[in-house]
């Protein structure tokens, strides 16, 4: 039972730790995207946007999933970690030296001349990240968060302070690969000197049969994800040039702020944590349902308020040069429930070793999003994004029947978990009505629209939840409440 409220509290307190990091982060990712996007073009941003493109998806293979393998494995030995070591840093090497000699191949395809040279330098990045897995994988499974969250924080600290301070001595697109470079390296070290361990090279037979066979799955599930989440932009940059390129990729990126905030923090530290627990189906299922129940209260009315407010926050943002990917951005805010919840079911396929039905589901949303992106190039930048929206809720509904594989729930608790998030969405909507309709008599700057309605919803919420905390913020949530409260005062006696 100790051992229980341990993983529990420790779980909890990661999540803390990513909340706190993710949100520092995406403060800083605010004031750099603002501050880059008035020093550089939408053509800048869209040829460093397809480098990072075919560098995240080449990365992949390079990782070949050994990272998720060390984490996942109930019993984890020096054989494991110096053979995962020694894996990494050659497929690193490898691919490093294939990325330096492909990149013509790989400019033509594009048609961008200048991603050649840009291919060759950020070839580096390959070795960095191969360098520093093994000890960002013992750091997770360790549920190290607090350590974590500082490098992750100061290592794009590094990297937006870098990008702009080159902008602003005019290297245009330079600036974004010298920043992802730092970042990258930054990050590598201080991910090594955190989480030391034994970097001698080592080939065990057992531990790479064992480890390649958990991260093989897990790879051609990853490749198939990340296919699934740069097919958009590889389509947008064959067909419709670094230009749109730029414009598609910011209106992605604001979309995806409160998925990385919210899902990836709970995915980062559910992982890990699940593992431990593979084997207890009541508590992989009570995991689920929270996860499920405080992602919809933070995605539904989150996406409401990008759906009504995507003009003012590009023109608070960018400026009125960018205003073009307005459209786009309001598509892909639809989705911002699926895009972020599927993460729950990820977490709980990959913890109990699901990694083969995981793969297939992944192949399946990596099709879709490239038939509906090429589909929806025809129509611009706007029909790419609803040709991703319909296969974002593919992969919502394929992942979330695998999970329900492994833990005790219907399609009707999975309805009903989302009720009170639905109420909020309600509060959030009358808010953004009830100011939008002021400003038809007064005049009221973008900014304070902004803030005016996310003030009046909160007030009504708070008033709301006052009055009825169940049906506003569901058992699940309520019971996190009341165990965070315990845990407080539990402390409190112990000083």
């Known amino acids: 039972m100790s051992n229980s409220k341990s993983l529990a509290s420790k779980t909890i307190a990661g999540m803390f730790w990513m909340l706190s990091g993710k949100g520092v982060q995406a403060v800083l990712q605010f004031v750099v995207l603002i501050l880059l996007a008035r020093l550089l073009t939408p053509n800048d941003f869209g040829i460093i946007n397809a480098a990072i493109v075919v560098i995240s998806f080449t990365t992949v293979f390079s990782m070949i999933g050994v990272g998720p393998a060390l984490i996942q494995r109930s019993e984890l030995t020096n054989n494991h970690i110096r053979t995962g070591f020694t894996i990494t ?12 000699f492909g990149s013509p191949i790989i400019a033509s395809f594009f048609k961008m001349e200048e991603l050649i040279i840009i291919l060759k330098v950020m070839s580096i990045i390959f070795i960095l990240k191969g360098v520093g897995i093994v000890s960002e994988s013992l750091l997770q499974r360790k549920l190290k968060f607090n350590i974590f969250v500082r490098i992750t924080v100061l290592s794009y600290f590094v990297y937006g302070l870098s990008g702009v301070v080159f902008a602003l001595f005019g290297f245009n697109y330079w600036s974004l690969v010298i920043a992802h470079i730092l970042q990258n390296l930054v990050q590598t070290l201080l991910l090594v000197f955190s989480e030391r361990h034994d970097m001698r090279l080592q080939l065990d037979g057992d531990s790479m049969k064992e480890l390649i066979f958990f991260g093989g799955g897990f790879t051609i599930a990853r490749i198939s994800n990340q296919f699934a989440l740069q097919a958009d932009n590889l389509v947008v940059g064959r067909w419709l040039g670094p230009n749109d390129l730029g414009l ?4 992605y990126q604001l979309m995806v702020m409160p998925t990385n905030l919210f899902g990836q923090v709970i995915d980062k530290v559910l992982f890990p944590a699940m593992a431990q627990i593979q ?3 009541e508590k992989l299922t009570t995991s689920f349902r929270l996860g499920i129940s405080a992602i919809a209260l933070l995605t539904i009315p989150t996406s409401i308020f990008f759906v009504f407010y995507s003009q003012e926050i590009v023109l608070i943002l960018f400026g009125k040069d960018w205003l073009d990917l307005v459209p786009a951005l309001q598509i892909l805010a639809v989705g ?4 972020t919840s599927y993460k729950i079911s990820d977490s709980i396929a990959r913890a109990t070793g699901a990694v083969y039905k995981r793969a297939w589901r992944q192949v399946i949303y990596a099709i879709a999003v490239a038939t509906g992106a090429w589909i929806g190039q025809h129509w611009g930048i706007e029909g790419v994004a609803i040709g991703v929206l319909i296969a974002i809720g593919i992969n919502y509904f394929l992942m979330t029947n695998l999970s329900m594989k492994f833990i005790n729930i219907k399609v009707t608790d999975i309805v009903l978990l989302h009720i ?9 909507l009358i808010s953004i009505v009830l100011i939008k309709w002021l400003t038809t008599y007064f005049i009221i700057y973008n900014i304070f629209q902004i803030i005016l309605s996310a003030s009046l919803f909160i007030i009504l919420s708070i008033l709301l939840i006052r009055y009825d905390e169940k049906r506003f913020l569901g058992k699940d949530v309520v019971w996190l409440k009341s165990f965070l409260i315990e845990r407080m005062k539990q402390r409190k006696v112990k000083r």
């Open 89 to 100: 840093l050659m497929l690193s090497v490898f691919f490093s030296l294939l990325m330096f």
């Open 248 to 251: 598609y990729s910011r209106a």
């Open 279 to 281: 084997s207890q189906q």
């Open 336 to 339: 911002l429930l699926f895009r």
């Open 420 to 428: 009170p998030s639905l109420y909020l969405g309600i509060v959030s």
